[in-house]
């Protein structure tokens, strides 16, 4: 069965500091790989995603993930950490396949940013 | 251009009510999603539009929830006699294509059942 797992249920770090945030998942064969960033009261924003080619994946904000396929992972970093990234952090996979559509997503990382 | 919209932002309903939220997809995207996102549970994927036919219903919970998808645009989730379990915040995605394509979602409905 495919899932995804984000281990940090919270982290916190203070602003200026590096960030890693760790996801894993389980599936038959190489998914797309999506992180998604959620705002308190806000829908969800794609930060980042990986389809194929290059494992290191630059996204929004100065965000970047790398695809490590023999540990089925997706790490999201950031080298220095602003206040206004107090967020929660989803991880998220699709197939590839043309008949399923949906995103298995991970139960999120809540990051506090530290002053 | 114009993102994914919901409405209404917030639905308070009594329990045994029936409610309708509505979502529109970004123009020109073929499919469309439906999620649940409550305390403890996550995000749970509900339904899945491809045009106006649905390829998976595997997520709805029960047979109170129905969805449709009218001209492969517009959507609306039902809910039918509504119970206190139903309330969570309902967010809809849309997509250029099911395949290979990000998913960008609308500012989602609140639904608080009392």
């Known amino acids: 069965a495919q899932s995804v797992t984000q281990p940090d249920i919270h982290i916190t770090v203070s602003e200026g500091a590096s960030l890693e945030l760790r996801c894993n998942y389980s599936y038959g064969a190489t998914p797309y790989l999506f992180w998604y960033v959620q705002s308190p009261g806000q829908g969800l924003q794609l930060l980042l995603k990986?389809?194929?080619?290059?494992?290191l994946v630059q996204g929004i904000k100065g965000f970047e993930a790398e695809f490590k396929r023999s540990q089925s992972s997706f790490n999201l970093r950031k080298p220095s950490v602003h206040w206004s990234d107090a967020a929660e952090y989803f991880c998220a996979v699709g197939a590839r396949s043309s008949t399923l559509g949906r995103l298995y997503f991970g139960r999120g990382t809540q990051l506090t940013v530290w002053p | 251009g114009a993102g994914v919209s919901q409405s209404p932002s917030n639905k308070v309903t009594e329990k045994g009510k029936d409610v309708e939220l509505r979502c529109d997809p970004i123009?020109?995207?073929?499919?469309l999603y439906w999620y649940r996102q409550s305390l403890g549970q996550g995000l749970e994927f509900l339904i899945y539009?491809?045009?106006?036919?649905?390829?998976?219903k595997s997520g709805l919970p029960s047979d109170r929830f129905s969805a449709e998808r009218t001209g492969g645009s517009v959507s609306t989730l039902t809910i039918q006699r509504t119970q206190q379990e139903d309330s969570a915040v309902y967010l809809c995605?849309?997509?250029?294509?099911?395949?290979?394509?990000?998913?960008?979602f609308g500012p989602g409905t609140r639904l608080t059942v009392t």
């Open positions: 123009s020109g995207h073929t499919a």
């Open positions: 995605a849309s997509s250029r294509s099911p395949q290979g394509y990000e998913q960008y």
């Open positions: 990986y389809f194929s080619g290059d494992t």
């Open positions: 539009f491809q045009g106006n036919s649905a390829p998976d």
